[in-house]
């Protein structure tokens, strides 16, 4: 049984790589959050977020190492450091 190479489709005019990234290397962001957390750092039991819940870790700011840029219509992704 042979498999068929799929060929990806992209739509070039939907990415725009004419804007340049909001943040750049060093800049201090909030990393998001996953799953939501207590005020003391413990995972929530259901895993599902809440109104009032935190959707970013606002205890420790994050530095920038690296910008990534894909071909997708929201191009830029952050490496952040630890």
Known sequence: MMK??????VDISRINMDQSPKY???D????????PIDKY???LHNGKFRQGDNRYEVS????I???LAYSSP???RYI???
């Open 4 to 9: 068929k190479k799929m060929k990806m489709c």
């Open 65 to 67: 190492t690296q910008v």
């Open 28 to 35: 201090l962001v909030y990393r998001r959050l996953e799953v």
């Open 60 to 63: 420790v700011p994050r530095k």
């Open 41 to 43: 750092g413990n995972k």
């Open 74 to 76: 929201n191009p830029w």
């Open 80 to 82: 952040l450091n630890g």
């Open 24 to 26: 750049s290397i060093n």
